[in-house]
C-alpha cells in the first residue's frame, strides 16, 4: 500500500550473488558490470554527497544476525557490494543489530544494522567511514517499506532547512542469507551519515552530554528542532535525556547545538505502532504539540519564514520522489498543509505556540 515498485531487474542483481554466496565467502565469483543487468544505479563518490538510489547486496547469515537482538550481542561477518563505474566493489563487513524498539522482535522481526569496515572500504563511497547506521523495512510486508521512504523524506526536508543535520542515501538492498534459511529478498533502505562526519562537515564535534535544559542550547537552532518537529508531528525526542538527538558542539559558539533523528514515531508517517506518552495529554500521533519553553510568536517568525522560503522545495522532495503512490503524496501534503495554515492565522498559531504547560517541556 503506498508503494511504487519501480520496474527494474534487481532480481537478476540478487541472483548474481545467491549462486556464489551459498558456498562461503571464499567462493566469491569476480564480477564485473557486464555482469549486472541494465539500469543500476552505479556510485563513484562519497555515499552521502549524492541522492541518486543505490542498489546494493548483503551476504551474512542473516537469519542468526536478526535473530541477535539481546542486550549483549555480537558482529557478524558479511560481504556488501555495489556497482562503480569501472567494477563491482566487494567488501568485508561486520554487522550487528541496533536501536531500540525496532530491535525489539515483538515490533521488527528485521532491525536495523550498524555495519562496520575493514580497509576493504579504502576508497569506496564509504571512504574515512569507520560503521554507518542502515535504517531497514522493520518486517516483510509492504506498508513497513514505506514507512521507510517516508522517513527518508523526513530526513530530507531538515536538510533543507539546515546543514546541522543527519544527510542519509537511499537504498535499494538485496539481502542474500549465506546460511540458506532465509530467502533472499529485496527491501528498501537507507544510510544515516555518522554523527562524528556531520559534527566535523559543519566545523564541530559531538557533545554527550545530558541533563541540559532548552535554554542551553543554541536559540535560533532550539527554534528551528522544534518547529520543525511541531511541522511533522513529533514528540519523541528529549533534550535531557538524548532521546533521538544529538547535541553538536561549534567551536565559534558557546552553546550546543541540536539535531534530531528517528521520525518513525511522528503523525506525518503515522506508523500504525506509533504512539504519544500519555503525559503529553494527546490522543493520537496525528495530533501536533509544540515542546519547547514559552515562546512568543515574535520570537518565532523568523523560524516561520524559513519554513514558508522552503515549502515548495519540501512539497517538491515528495512530489518528484518516484517510489511513493500519488495519493498518498497528496494526503501527506495535506497534512503539512494544515501546519502553514496554522502559522498564517495568528489566533491558532497563539494557541499551538505559545501555551506551555509543563508537561510539554522536553
Not at 509544540?290 to 519540501?314: H, V, W, Y
Request: proline fraction near 5%.
Amino acid at each position: 500500500m503506498g508503494l511504487i515498485r519501480i520496474k527494474t531487474r534487481h532480481i537478476l542483481f540478487a541472483g548474481i550473488f545467491l549462486s556464489v554466496s551459498l558456498s562461503g565467502f571464499t567462493q566469491t565469483k569476480n564480477l564485473t558490470p557486464e555482469d549486472f543487468p541494465p539500469g543500476l544505479t552505479k556510485s563513484t563518490i562519497q555515499l552521502f554527497n549524492n541522492d541518486e538510489l543505490i542498489e546494493v547486496i548483503i551476504a551474512t547469515d542473516l537469519r542468526t544476525l536478526v535473530f541477535d537482538v539481546a542486550e549483549e550481542r555480537s558482529y557478524h561477518p558479511g560481504k556488501l557490494y555495489y556497482l562503480s563505474d569501472s567494477d563491482t566493489i566487494e567488501m568485508n563487513v561486520m554487522l550487528m543489530t541496533r536501536g531500540h524498539f525496532r530491535r525489539d522482535r515483538t515490533s521488527c522481526t528485521f532491525p536495523p544494522f550498524r555495519i562496520d569496515f575493514d580497509s576493504t572500504g579504502n576508497n569506496t563511497i564509504f571512504d574515512k567511514m569507520n560503521d554507518v547506521k542502515l535504517v531497514t523495512h522493520c518486517q516483510k510486508r509492504n506498508l513497513y517499506e514505506n514507512y521507510v521512504l517516508q522517513e527518508y523524506l523526513i530526513y530530507k526536508i531538515y536538510n533543507l532547512l539546515t546543514d546541522l543535520s543527519f544527510r542519509v542515501r537511499l537504498a535499494r538492498i538485496t539481502y542474500v542469507d549465506t546460511s540458506g534459511r532465509l530467502k533472499t529478498d529485496t527491501k528498501f533502505g537507507f544510510f544515516i551519515e555518522p554523527t562524528g562526519k556531520m559534527a566535523k562537515r559543519n566545523g564541530g564535534r559531538e557533545l554527550e552530554l545530558k541533563g541540559l535544559a532548552l535554554n542551553h542550547i543554541n536559540h535560533p537552532m532550539i527554534n528551528l528542532f522544534t518547529v520543525f518537529q511541531y511541522f511533522i508531528a513529533n514528540t519523541d525526542w528529549s533534550v535531557r535525556v538524548l532521546h533521538n538527538i544529538k547535541l553538536v558542539s561549534l567551536l565559534t559558539e558557546p552553546m550546543a547545538f541540536p539535531v534530531p533523528y528517528d521520525f518513525d514515531f511522528c503523525g506525518a508517517i503515522n506508523t500504525y505502532y506509533a504512539a504519544p506518552d500519555p503525559v503529553l495529554n494527546i490522543r493520537s500521533v496525528r495530533n501536533r504539540l509544540f515542546r519547547s519553553n514559552c515562546r512568543k510568536l515574535e520570537e518565532l517568525e523568523s523560524t516561520f519564514e524559513i519554513f514558508r522560503e522552503k515549502k515548495d522545495q519540501i512539497y517538491n522532495l515528495y512530489l518528484d520522489f518516484p517510489y511513493l503512490e500519488e495519493k498518498q503524496k497528496r494526503d501527506i501534503l495535506k497534512y503539512y498543509d494544515e501546519f502553514y495554515e496554522t502559522l498564517d492565522n495568528p489566533r491558532a498559531a497563539r494557541k499551538a505556540f505559545e501555551r506551555c504547560p509543563k508537561n510539554r517541556q522536553p
